[in-house]
């Protein structure tokens, strides 16, 4: 075997590409499949089809030891661990889709040479299914815990490598081991349910902590007090930490959402009634409609209202829109008789068929031009450098923020004249 062992990515889609990128960035030689044609085509160019900060620059500088394709058999040809990475988006019944997993385990044909080390997120128990259903395949469970727009960063310098693997895996999963020792981080080994069950408990705490700091919020606003320093006080205790606690209007994307209805779906599967995880998702629905009321609240009837939304991704530098609040907002907004227009740096395209009656603008300044309100939903830093007090204001028809992500100078604002609402204070 080689000093750097080769590896296989099966699906390059948003974790897919990272995960090929950073590895060969550590050295190895990766075999990236898809099945989408066009996209290996233009990978094998050097061309990043997602908005992710430094993966393009990864990409080129390691485009010869990055090997895209479409056929598997390569793959098996040159790399005996293979990262599933395809997505496992939800079903009508909240439970995850495990179809491109199993077209993907169809595809390893009956070697026994390989293991399969599962990355896409999937629910607790898959591994053992799998291993029913193959029998002889190796199994690594090997979840990840990137964050969009952060991905590079969060692979090289992750918190913690979680390698999940039954006995009878026990060799591969210390070649995956193997992999992530340059990076230096806390490693913990165990079965391959619980690795599974890390990931979605992960997801599951995070989603909780926003939207128990929304809630908070929500009683800050009616008690008079100001979450910010809520947070920050709640932040300093060691046992809570300072992370995940900033209020405002909502968790979206590909991961929270799906993944807390997945553990809800899957513990109720087995009997089980895990109220928290109802409330959690209830107020996270609740928290992306507050806006309207405060909108309301300043203009009564928004019939007729020119509204501008400030950033349409989940979250900024990335161009997802899964499950993003805007277009929660956007459709409430045109429900409740308001002319929606919408500006964001990179995600306004990728959300133009959903985002209906939307008039999507080019810049910032353009969204704001006679606008009766302006509402920050996500919090690009662009949107800071604005020049709130001059050209903004000048623009506007009324002089009124909705901060959704209590992201802006609410005292430099108002100094200007602005109407301010922010979350929780
Ligand atoms: C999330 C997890 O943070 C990653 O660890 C995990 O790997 C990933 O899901 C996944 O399962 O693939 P991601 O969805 O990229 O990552 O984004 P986050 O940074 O976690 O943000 C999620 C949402 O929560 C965003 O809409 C963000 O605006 C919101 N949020 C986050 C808050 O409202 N308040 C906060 O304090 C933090």
Redesign the pocket.
């Known amino acids: 075997m080689p000093e750097k062992e080769p590896i296989g990515v099966i699906g390059v889609g948003w974790?897919g590409l990272v995960t090929a990128a950073c590895f060969a960035e550590l050295g190895h030689e990766v075999h990236a499949r898809d099945i989408v044609e066009d996209k290996v085509a233009s990978l094998s160019h050097g061309e990043v089809p997602i908005h992710e900060p430094e993966l393009p620059e990864l990409v080129t500088k390691n485009a010869e030891r990055l090997h895209f394709t479409t056929d598997m058999d390569e793959l098996l040809e040159n790399a005996e661990l293979l990262f599933c990475c395809v997505d496992t988006p939800p079903t009508y019944s909240g439970d995850a889709d495990l179809s491109r997993v199993d077209a993907v385990i169809e595809s390893l044909g009956d070697s026994n040479e390989h293991a399969l080390v599962m990355k896409s997120?999937v629910p607790v128990g898959t591994g053992r299914s799998i291993k029913r259903r193959r029998d002889g395949l190796a199994y690594v469970a090997n979840p990840?815990?990137?964050?969009?727009?952060s991905?590079v960063r969060?692979f090289m310098k992750p918190d913690r490598v979680v390698v999940g693997a039954d006995d009878d895996s026990e060799e591969f999963a210390q070649r995956v081991q193997a992999l992530y020792e340059p990076l230096g981080a806390e490693l913990v080994r165990t079965d391959v349910a619980s690795a599974e069950m890390i990931?979605l408990a992960?997801?599951a705490f995070?989603?909780t902590?926003?939207s128990f700091?929304?809630e908070i919020a929500n009683v800050s606003e009616e008690l008079g007090a100001d979450v910010e320093e809520v947070a920050r006080g709640m932040g300093l205790d060691e046992r809570i930490g300072p992370?995940?606690?900033?209020?405002?209007?909502?968790?979206?994307?590909?991961?929270?959402p799906k993944?807390v209805q997945a553990l809800k779906q899957l513990a109720g599967n087995s009997g089980y009634h895990f109220q928290l995880l109802t409330a959690v998702v209830e107020v996270n629905e609740l928290q992306k409609r507050r806006t309207i009321s405060k909108l309301q609240k300043h203009l009564g009837s928004l019939v007729g209202k020119e509204i501008a939304l400030l950033g349409v991704a989940?979250?900024p530098n990335?161009d997802d829109v899964r499950e993003?609040?805007s277009l929660v907002l956007a459709g409430r907004l045109h429900g409740e008789g308001a002319n929606v227009r919408v500006y964001d740096p990179v995600a306004a395209e990728r959300a133009r068929a959903i985002l209906g009656d939307a008039r999507i603008c080019d810049s910032a300044l353009d969204a704001v031009n006679g606008a009766d309100a302006v509402v920050l939903v996500?919090e690009w830093s662009e949107f800071e450098d604005l020049d709130w007090g001059g050209e903004v204001k000048r623009r506007m028809r009324t002089p009124l923020v909705v901060d959704g992500?209590n992201f802006l100078d609410r005292e430099v604002l108002q100094a200007a004249g602005f109407t301010y609402e922010g979350v929780g204070r």
Not at 144 to 149: A, P, S, T
Not at 243 to 256: E, I, N, R, T, W
């Open positions: 974790v997120t990840e815990f990137l964050k969009e727009g991905a969060d990931k992960s997801n995070l989603a902590k926003i700091i929304n992370k995940f606690l900033q209020a405002g209007v909502g968790y979206g994307g590909s991961c929270f993944d989940f979250k990335t993003a609040t996500t992500r």
